[in-house]
């Protein structure tokens, strides 16, 4: 019975056709290794973000009064497993931006943006960029001290524009001149709504430029996929969907055992506006930024230096463009990426510390590190261009 | 091989720094001897906890996610009927507007409302309640808030117990917890390394191992 629905449905909608062509005749490289899978943990990702989300606003209420309770209350004690809903949505958005970051390091490491896939790499980051938008518009909902507070920090951050432009800007993101119900309304709509309607329609078009481009691979050599490549399906799907798995054992672990560990303590106190909180800092995915822009003495050199590494970034493809891919080739570039983890790892970690001079100097080495990864690309782009003529022209 | 080492320790040190324990950030300690840290876990003291909160702090404080709210306002007639109206719990805007009389008093008497304390467990932690309840004036200089518990640390965690389980899911679905925990990741293990397996059959096959 069963088949034969399956076949009546198969003969007008052409479903299994598809999957042969899509899946299976689809061939990539056999050579993908573990980070490879990070794309489709980062798609799972998003998935349970948008089915958790989807729940959490079945309570949720974008109201000054009453977002605190109905998140604290309503959602963490009165509906029955709510509280399991919003721990997934709170550890899994940690968990997306961390997949995230594996990802874009790793595209960096292979040098997965270089020609032909430099718009698989543009799109890419926007999809970042949005990303960062949607957790910080989130993590205003709750309506708790580190919310509000983490907010009023956020929208000063345009002041630093001279002029009437910077308040204007503030303003505008604000609602008015303080944070209130217009805020927490337009940033709700921003995040239930616009945000992730951008990150689908970016993630479909990120998803078909992988396939139109092709996936790129550790050796960093273009292969013949008709002789070498491997089918997707059942290759690919079954490696990397045992990794998903292995991805959502961590995961759930830390959602079960870990209660409470991804909503900070000081956000269980509800938002007052005449109580600034000890210590306010930006969640960990924004730290990096936030050193950058603590460091620099200047509040205004600070934001054109934070804005120019998400500029810089986003023109990764083009500072490189050196003949040679994959920093398992590139020993100068590979020097320089490890310059650039540490890098943003150290600026991470600072900003969770107390900004002391020291902390600021190391913040400001750090960030020098940071831009001379980004700088020192064009300088050894040049370099390998003489190793590849002196080689006469050869790839490997 | 070396390099797969390097990074993916690299990677484990860094969330295990920003996301379980990190060394580098400043931490405020608060001393809790084991004995009442035990109490505070412990399901049986929740009622009693509850008893010591009404005699001893429900004058000036609520506890809103459990209907528990200051004497005064809990001696107004209208609370009964906003409650039929409302359910147990209270909207915050209609509790403020409706005993704003009650809560100004509070605050004439001692410079602010006193906070709610449903969720203080999570947001302040058991050793900082501890430490404040038993000596207010050590932990924040110049508070209003009186010594009431001073010299009853068994009775103070007690309270802090009650505390905990009104910030806390129900404990009936915490219970649940572990087992749907254990249940959810042995599921996930299982059917990774199911498909692992099936893949290298697979892999035999095609010949491609």
New interface residues.
């Given amino acids: 019975m069963l088949g034969r629905i399956g076949r009546w449905i198969d003969e007008r909608a052409h479903i299994s056709g598809l999957w042969q062509s899509q899946m299976v005749d689809y061939k990539v490289p056999k050579n993908l290794t573990f980070p490879y899978a990070f794309g489709i943990m980062a798609l799972v990702a998003f998935a349970i973000q948008i089915i958790s989300g989807i729940f959490l606003t079945m309570y949720y209420q974008p109201n000054v009064h009453t977002a605190f309770d109905s998140v604290n209350y309503t959602i963490m004690k009165e509906v029955p497993f709510m509280w399991l809903i919003r721990q997934v949505h709170a550890a899994g958005a940690n968990f997306f931006l961390a997949i995230v970051y594996l990802h874009i390091f790793t595209g960096i490491y292979y040098n997965a943006y270089k020609k032909p896939r430099e718009l698989t790499w543009i799109v890419g980051f926007f999809i970042y960029f949005v990303l960062l938008m949607t957790a910080l518009s989130g993590y205003l909902l709750p309506w708790g001290q580190l919310s509000y507070w983490g907010m009023v920090v956020t929208t000063e951050i345009p002041t630093a524009i001279p002029g009437a432009l910077g308040e204007t800007i503030s303003v505008w993101m604000k609602g008015g001149y303080e944070l209130g119900q217009i805020t927490l309304g337009r940033f709700f709509g921003l995040h239930i709504w616009l945000l992730p309607l951008i990150l689908l329609g970016l993630v479909g078009f990120h998803l078909y430029l992988v396939r139109a481009a092709g996936i790129s691979n550790p050796e960093g050599v273009e292969i013949d996929k008709k002789k070498e490549g491997v089918p997707f399906h059942p290759y690919i799907t079954l490696k990397e969907g045992a990794y998903v798995m292995g991805y959502l054992a961590v995961f759930f672990f830390f959602v079960f055992f870990y209660m409470h560990h991804f909503l900070p303590p000081d956000n269980f106190e509800p938002a007052n506006p005449f109580k600034t909180p000890p210590h306010i800092a930006p969640e960990w995915y924004l730290l990096g930024f936030y050193t950058i822009f603590r460091s620099i003495p200047s509040k205004f050199l600070g934001f054109i230096a934070f804005n120019l590494v998400l500029l810089l970034l986003l023109l990764l493809p083009f500072l490189d463009f050196s003949p040679y891919r994959s920093a398992r080739r590139r020993p100068l570039f590979f020097v320089m990426y490890i310059v650039l983890i540490i890098s943003a790892m150290a600026l991470t970690i600072l900003g969770t510390m107390p900004p002391t001079p020291t902390n600021a100097m190391l913040g400001l080495v750090f960030t020098a590190g940071l831009f001379s990864f980004f700088l020192s690309l064009p300088i050894i782009s040049i370099v390998e261009w003489g190793w590849y003529k002196a080689r006469g022209g050869d790839k490997t | 091989m070396i390099k797969v080492v390097f990074f993916t320790l690299?990677?484990l040190i860094?969330?295990y720094?920003?996301?379980?324990n990190?060394v580098?950030?400043?931490h405020e300690t608060y001393e809790m001897p084991m004995q009442y840290k035990k109490i505070v876990e412990d399901e049986r003291y929740v009622k009693e906890g509850k008893q010591l909160f009404e005699q001893n702090c429900q004058a000036c404080h609520s506890v809103?996610?459990d209907a528990v709210y200051p004497s005064a306002v809990q001696a107004n007639p209208n609370l009964k009927a906003l409650q039929e109206q409302y359910g147990k719990?209270l909207?915050?805007?209609v509790y403020e507007s409706t005993f704003y009389t009650e809560l100004s008093q509070l605050k004439e008497s001692l410079g602010k409302v006193p906070?709610?304390l449903?969720?203080?467990y999570?947001?302040?932690?058991k050793e900082y309640l501890f430490n404040f309840i038993l000596e207010p004036q050590k932990v924040i200089p110049g508070t209003s808030m009186p010594p009431v518990m001073a010299g009853r640390p068994e009775d103070t965690a007690k309270i802090i117990s009650y505390l905990r389980s009104v910030?806390e899911?129900?404990p009936s679905?915490k219970a649940k917890?572990?087992l749907?925990?254990i249940v959810?990741?042995a599921y996930?293990?299982i059917?990774?390394?199911l498909?692992?397996v099936?893949?290298g059959k697979?892999?035999k096959r095609?010949g491609?191992h």
């Avoid at chain 2, 720094?17 to 379980?20: A, F, K, S």
């Avoid at chain 2, 999570?122 to 932690?125: C, F, L, S, T, V």
């Fill in positions: 690299l990677a860094f969330f720094i920003i996301w379980v990190n580098f950030a400043p809103r996610y719990v909207p915050k805007d906070p709610d449903s969720t203080m999570i947001a302040r932690g910030s899911p129900p679905e917890r572990t749907m925990g959810t990741i996930l293990i059917m990774g390394i498909l692992w099936w893949r697979i892999l095609m491609l």
